[in-house]
């Protein structure tokens, strides 16, 4: 599942309008135009499993970076809980940034929780919802910190299903 795969499944879950994606990108700190997000919201030609429809002419999308979607997510947890003033004498808060494409997954998984202001419990139920069964356990590992010993990277099935399942949470 690629980047562009993400905001498209997000988008559709959330039922997320185009002005609200706009606006969402500039609170993450990323100034795109509503052409940009529509060819965003384009599935990339990689994605694409029937080869019979190669001869079809298709739209040209834009590339959903890692830092794009980043801003995305960060600019999501601002435009659901509103900006987090710093108190002074406090340390700086550090952000969590995906720093590869393997942890991705685990980052977005994260940062939806804060943004939805999901509890554990509500994400397994989220994962219920779309037929996956996930344990308390592999739901700890999945937030746990790249490195440590119980981390599992969180692969394609359980972001896919999650998606899947806050789409079923958000559109009933």
Do not use: W
């Not at 994605?47 to 429809?53: K, R």
């Not at 406090?90 to 494409?101: C, G, T, W, Y």
């Not at 554990?120 to 700890?140: A, R, Y």
């Amino acid at each position: 599942m690629d980047n562009n795969d993400i905001l498209i499944r997000l988008r559709y879950a959330l039922d997320i309008q185009d002005n609200h994606m706009i606006e969402i990108f500039k609170l993450g700190g990323v100034e795109l135009t509503k052409d940009e997000v529509k060819k965003m919201l384009i599935k990339s030609k990689e994605s694409y499993v029937d080869e019979s429809e190669e001869n079809v002419e298709r739209e040209e999308n834009i590339k959903c970076m890692n830092s794009t979607l980043e801003a995305f997510l960060n600019g999501f947890i601002i435009f659901k809980r509103g900006k987090q003033d710093e108190k002074p004498g406090e340390p700086e808060r550090q952000i969590l940034s995906i720093n590869k494409s393997a942890n991705l997954n685990n980052i977005m998984l994260k940062k939806l929780k804060i943004a939805l202001s999901l509890t554990s419990e509500d994400m397994l139920n989220i994962f219920e919802e779309s037929g996956l069964t996930v344990t308390k356990g592999e739901l700890g590992a999945l937030f746990r910190k790249e490195g440590h010993k119980h981390y599992k990277e969180c692969g394609d099935k359980y972001a896919k299903n999650f998606l899947k399942g806050l789409a079923i949470k958000y559109r009933k």
